[in-house]
């Protein structure tokens, strides 16, 4: 069950598996949703690389974490070190895209944000971030559509046109502050659509019309959980 980036014939890929950043709000329908303000810059969050589960068969939730809900986002792999990149040193580092989950325990964060502390507990825990087999970049970030489907009904749709920092100034400017090293993964934000899992929810993600992989939803104590990231 241990996390390697994998491209899309399930070949490894020879990179080291590094930390998750992510962006909150990037989609100005999925704030309004939640009832949070657009925000003025990107909100940036990390998990660590021990939150990463591949995308397989069976999604893992640890039991006493849930209520967990999904949030479906555009994953992008850096393959070349950066630093306050410019645009086309972030161009030359992006080895690959897929679709990635972004759990997140959305009564803790509420809780969290009200008394004014950091969501780590909420969005960095054990499996929180569920990441797909890796495909080639496409030729324009423009354009890019992905999609979900829960229990056969489309839950979340989404296009890159939609998001309020496109992918490339999004990693210029997540590169002002954090240095990102081959094998991180840059998770672009979630569109609206977002809701609770419940162990045995069937999954189905899309990326350009290509089938990213269909999983389902198990809840597992701390023990099960901890055997399978043994295996």
Not at 29 to 37: D, F, I, M, S
Not at 69 to 76: D, G, I, N, Q, S
Not at 210 to 227: E, K
Request: hydrophobic content about 40%; charged content about 15%.
């Amino acid at each position: 069950m241990d996390y390697q980036h994998r491209c899309q014939t399930g070949i490894p890929l020879d990179l080291p598996v590094g930390q998750v950043i992510c962006v909150g709000r990037n989609y100005a329908a999925h704030a309004v949703e939640l009832n949070n303000p657009i925000p003025s810059e990107p909100v940036l969050f990390m998990k660590p690389p021990s939150a990463i589960q591949s995308l397989g068969e069976r999604l893992s939730v640890v039991e006493r974490f849930m209520p967990v809900h999904y949030e479906t986002e555009l994953a992008v792999l850096i393959t070349q070190p950066l630093f306050d990149a410019s645009e086309s040193q972030v161009r030359a580092a992006l080895g690959g895209m897929t679709l990635a989950l972004d759990l997140t325990r959305r009564e803790e964060q509420s809780r969290l944000k009200q008394k004014g502390l950091p969501w780590e507990r909420a969005k960095a825990f054990a499996g929180s971030a569920i990441v797909g087999a890796f495909l080639p970049v496409p030729e324009s970030w423009e354009a890019v559509t992905f999609s979900l489907s829960m229990n056969g009904e489309q839950r979340q749709q989404g296009q890159t046109g939609q998001m309020l920092m496109p992918v490339i100034a999004l990693i210029q400017h997540i590169s002002q502050t954090f240095w990102l090293n081959p094998g991180d993964i840059v998770l672009t934000g979630t569109p609206e659509g977002v809701g609770a899992l419940a162990e045995g929810d069937k999954l189905s993600m899309t990326l350009n019309g290509y089938p990213i992989g269909q999983t389902h939803v198990v809840l597992q104590s701390c023990a099960s959980f901890i055997q399978g990231k043994s295996i």
